[in-house]
């Protein structure tokens, strides 16, 4: 039998109780820190104080959830960013914020606060004019947002802005279509439709910089020309890294002397003669049947689609199709681009 020193045989058992209650000890501060952490968390949710002061604050169009949380933050109406931030989170709530003015008190917790931006109580109309939306959709947002169908149809008059800087390439006997740039406005009682629609211009005069003009120049684009393109890169892709290489397929067909034969032109084209959108309905607009670009603007643009047509990207595609996963895929051949559409579109290209 082997033989064990009882010094040898004390020192081993010291070690285990050591193991062991340092494992207890372990255990027990991660408990307490678990039960810590979502004791700080449950705490920053409830509200400031209790007072029942309405604070008013505006949520602009396309405010990242941090700069909400700051912007809750600085007026004393949460906490904690980071519990807000996490709030938000855990409910799949950050696609659902909307952009509006909204009245909050400080006696509101984040569940409450959450709720309020996210259903879009808005304590005022804030008028949002969306990138790719055509001008008989705009009409329609004025409408729902309080302002008389005749009102409409008066402030979308182009002949009132034609002094306008973002104007003055624009075609005098051209709508509007194109031209109002994609931001959110105010709306007061004392807003009128036409202040609204000079704000759009406005904004728009903003992004055609002389910069951006030579750019279009380079390209042998009018400006009208360029936002015409813009507009079509604009209702092609969603996604802001395709538009450079959408933007430079359209550009090389052009200066081949191809037609554009883009899906947005043909349904525009149907869609304003009050046709079922199809690519087989001819109208100017449709690329398929017509040369070159369409007559004006398919629907309004957004900054990434102008920088895109001004900068397009260095490649030599001539195709592209929008697949059913979400993506966008290039080529360079038509038959590059028949397989990448039998493996791609099948849905989408029924």
């Not at 082997?2 to 000890?25: C, G, M, V, W």
């Not at 009208?224 to 290489?245: F, G, W």
């Not at 017509?290 to 102008?306: A, E, Q, T």
Request: glycine share 4%; proline share 5%.
């Amino acid at each position: 039998m082997k033989y064990t020193h009882p010094d040898h045989q004390a020192e081993r058992n010291n070690k285990f109780r050591y193991l062991l209650l340092s494992l207890i000890l372990l255990t027990l501060v991660t408990v307490a820190g678990m039960y810590g952490a979502r004791r700080y968390y449950f705490s920053n949710l409830q509200a400031v104080s209790t007072s029942q002061k309405t604070v008013t604050i505006t949520i602009p169009l396309g405010a990242s959830l941090s700069e909400i949380a700051d912007l809750l933050h600085q007026n004393n109406l949460i906490r904690s960013t980071w519990a807000f931030k996490q709030y938000v989170r855990t409910k799949s709530l950050q696609d659902s914020i909307q952009a509006g003015t909204y009245a909050v008190k400080p006696n509101q917790d984040v569940p409450a606060i959450v709720a309020i931006i996210t259903e879009g109580k808005v304590e005022s109309n804030l008028i949002t004019i969306k990138p790719g939306q055509r001008i008989d959709q705009l009409q329609q947002t004025f409408i729902n947002a309080g302002f008389s169908p005749i009102e409409v149809e008066s402030a979308f008059n182009p002949t009132l802005y034609a002094d306008h800087p973002a104007l003055v390439d624009k075609p005098s006997d051209a709508s509007l279509e194109g031209y109002l740039y994609p931001e959110s406005f105010q709306k007061t009682s004392e807003t009128s439709a036409k202040e609204i629609i000079k704000s759009s211009l406005d904004e728009m005069a903003d992004r055609l910089t002389p910069q951006l003009r030579d750019a279009f120049a380079k390209r042998g684009l009018s400006v009208h020309r360029a936002i015409s393109l813009a507009s079509i890169v604009e209702r092609e892709v969603a996604d802001d890294t395709d538009r450079a290489k959408v933007a430079q397929v359209f550009i090389k067909r052009l200066n081949s002397g191809m037609r554009l034969e883009s899906d947005a032109t043909a349904s525009y084209g149907a869609i304003l003669d009050n046709q079922e959108p199809s690519l087989s309905y001819d109208s100017k607009y449709n690329t398929y049947y017509h040369d070159d670009l369409p007559p004006g603007p398919i629907s309004n643009v957004s900054g990434s689609s102008l920088h895109a047509v001004a900068y397009p990207a260095q490649t030599d595609w001539l195709y592209f199709v929008s697949g059913d996963d979400g993506q966008t895929y290039f080529s360079s051949t038509l038959e590059e681009h028949q397989s990448l559409t039998k493996q791609h579109c099948r849905r989408l290209c029924q």
